[in-house]
């Protein structure tokens, strides 16, 4: 055997002398599983809190993960340890995707929360999120010492989200993406009858369905008592009615929420590549989009910075 | 098998990479790659998958990394060119040269999606250390003059374009053959595939109904299976998978096709280039496998 462990060992981590800051990759078990982690940390003091990222659900975990990257790097300059993971049945985790629930979501939070204690050095964890994640984060902050939350766009209503990934998948097959694409009435068919369905090439079971389905945060977060900051991003620039009425279901718990229009009308949770321009193939935006997410987000985080 | 996160240095970048170690000595090393957008992982775990499968049932192990500006890598990509694939193929030669150093061998496979599919091939054209590429829906039909490559960014973006490209019989007959007035195969690409076959395996896959693919690519391999000596032939080939779309793999069947496809042809090169007396031997070849 002739693996070169000491060259593995030495690129587990790197520091960027420019920002004063490092990253290093982390093998835990989260979730009941081993996973992938990423832990950036500035080099010299770090701020008492820390943020731990909840990453979004099947397809929107890829369209919104280099967003997530980006501005944790962000936190990171600014002298917050950020840890970042692979939840189970994503990315390089043990776990298979059909194992991908809401339960299997919270579970890998909870014990990214832990971690970020034991290995981050803080005294206090935020939670941030985007869309599905912003979901996970206030669940798992509702029910864990917890002391700050940041939603970006989250999923209030989980049964809307569940049918709103199942009609992109059906627009997709009759926009000729993907051949003889199934109907709605199809894929929910094959949840019933198969306990599963394709969504767009994620196995998603019937249990997962139904989990999602049934969660709704004005209803389900009911300690939490916190800062907050909601971003609400929309082609108008003008907060939604559902994300407002978030809001202050968080105030009315006792907590101090900030609700935050960000205008962007790149489609928030999906993919940011674009047919490029003359000369061009193709453009992203993600790095557009993270510029308006990371401004208001770091003011909220460390005020007077 | 086992796993290891790094990041591998490429100029002023980190490149977020993964290899993944099979239990026994290694016989070769995969290296897989995505198109810009999808993580190392690719969707839904499909390269970590074959990455996972290449170790315990063929005892080869694989790297698989994030380019510049995407993923868990470190840099700012925010646009690029018809011509990427050649352009960012240095970020990968990095890569592998990093995964062959960790796990002991001296040759590798390459496969990749899009932009990873162009530098695949592209790997077996410049590497002799490269026994096999795997290209999937790789765009071999690029603007051919600059001032093509305006006209041709201009009509993708037009409404005529947008309301065509909905339709299969309008994409046929219609824009297919205005794209095929604009576009053409990178220069010496023949040449250069000619090359590549005398010591290694070429594989193209496309669905038929994907932007990526056109019948021009089809007769360019022709021409290129004619030209070159019988034993050579077989080492090249082209997959059209009829009436399907296979951009994104946007179906669970699509993903696990995939997936047997590189493990395939993985093995298929490298029992190939074990068979073979005159390319460097690896470090452990396949009488080895238990």
């Known amino acids: ?106 579970a890998d939070a909870a014990d990214a929360v832990s971690l970020m204690r034991e290995r981050g050095g803080v005294e206090k964890v935020g939670l941030v999120g985007a869309r599905f994640g912003g979901t996970v984060a206030a669940l798992v902050a509702d029910r864990s010492e917890v002391d700050q939350l940041v939603l970006w766009d989250p999923v209030v209503d989980g049964g809307r989200f569940i049918n709103g990934l199942f009609r992109q998948r059906a627009l997709a097959g009759i926009a000729g993406r993907s051949k003889n694409g199934p109907s709605i009435k199809e894929m929910k068919l094959a949840l019933q009858t198969d ?64 609700l935050s229009p960000v205008q962007d009308s790149g489609g928030f ?13 193709k453009s992203d935006t993600t790095v557009e989009l993270a510029r308006k997410v990371q401004s208001p987000t770091l003011s909220w985080a460390s005020p007077g910075i | 098998m086992r796993e290891a996160p790094v990041f591998i240095p490429h100029g002023s970048e980190h490149l977020a990479a993964t290899v993944t170690i099979p239990d026994d000595a290694p016989r070769g090393m995969a290296l897989l790659m995505t198109g810009f957008g999808a993580p190392r992982s690719h969707r839904f775990q499909m390269w970590t998958t074959a990455a996972r499968r290449l170790a315990a049932e063929h005892r080869i192990g694989s790297i698989g990394a994030d380019w510049v500006g995407m993923g868990e890598s470190t840099g700012l990509l925010e ?22 150093r960790v796990l002991g061998v001296d040759r590798f496979v390459a496969a990749g999606n899009c932009v990873g599919g162009g530098v695949a091939v592209a790997m077996a054209m410049d590497r002799e250390d490269c026994i096999g590429s795997m290209s999937f829906l790789t765009h071999l039909m690029l603007p051919n003059s600059e001032r093509r490559t305006g006209a041709y960014a201009r009509m993708r973006k037009s ?127 396949a009488e080895q496998v238990t």
């Not at chain 1, 967003?67 to 790097?73: D, G, K, P, Q, T």
């Not at chain 1, 090439?201 to 008592?225: K, Q, W, Y």
């Not at chain 1, 609400?232 to 968080?250: D, I, K, R, W, Y």
């Not at chain 2, 018809?82 to 040269?97: C, K, Y």
């Open chain 1, 1 to 106: 055997m002739s693996i070169d462990e000491s060259l593995l060992e030495s690129h587990r981590s790197f520091v960027d002398q420019e920002t004063r800051t490092g990253e290093e990759f982390l093998w835990p078990t989260l979730g009941g599983k081993r996973t992938v982690a990423v832990l950036m940390r500035p080099v010299d003091a770090s701020r008492p809190t820390g943020f731990v990222f909840c990453h979004s659900f099947g397809i929107e975990q890829v369209h919104l993960g280099r967003l997530e990257v980006m501005v944790a790097r962000a936190l990171a300059r600014a002298g917050f340890p950020v840890l970042r993971y692979h939840g189970q049945g994503y990315g390089e985790s043990e776990g298979d995707v059909p194992e991908i629930t809401l339960s299997s979501h919270l």
């Open chain 1, 195 to 258: 306990g599963w369905t394709d969504l767009g090439g994620m196995p998603l079971s019937r249990t997962a369905h139904d989990e999602i389905a049934g969660v709704n945060l004005v209803s389900d977060v009911v300690r939490f008592r916190g800062r907050s900051l909601i971003l609400s991003v929309t082609p108008s620039g003008q907060a939604t009615p559902e994300l407002a009425q978030l809001a202050e279901h968080l105030r009315g718990l006792g907590g101090e929420c900030t």
């Open chain 1, 269 to 281: 949770g999906r993919s940011r590549l674009q047919d490029g321009d003359e000369g061009e193939a």
């Open chain 2, 79 to 100: 646009r690029w060119g018809w011509r990427a694939s050649w352009e960012v193929s240095g970020q990968m030669a990095s890569v592998a040269t990093f995964g062959m």
């Open chain 2, 159 to 285: 409404k005529l374009a947008e309301i065509a490209g909905s339709s299969r019989v309008l994409r046929k007959h219609v824009i297919r053959p205005i794209r095929n007035q604009v576009t053409s195969t990178p220069p010496d690409f023949v040449g250069n595939l000619r090359k590549a076959l005398r010591h290694a395996q070429v594989l193209f896959v496309y669905g038929e109904e994907d932007p990526s693919f056109n019948p021009r690519i089809q007769a360019e391999i022709e021409r290129v299976e004619a030209s070159v000596p019988p034993d050579a032939r077989d080492r090249l080939k082209l997959q059209i998978l009829e009436g399907e779309h296979l951009g994104g793999f946007e179906s669970v069947e699509q993903r696990a096709r995939t997936i047997e496809t590189v493990l395939d042809w993985t093995e298929r090169c490298f029992q190939w280039a074990e068979a073979r007396s005159d390319l460097a031997p690896s470090s452990a070849p």
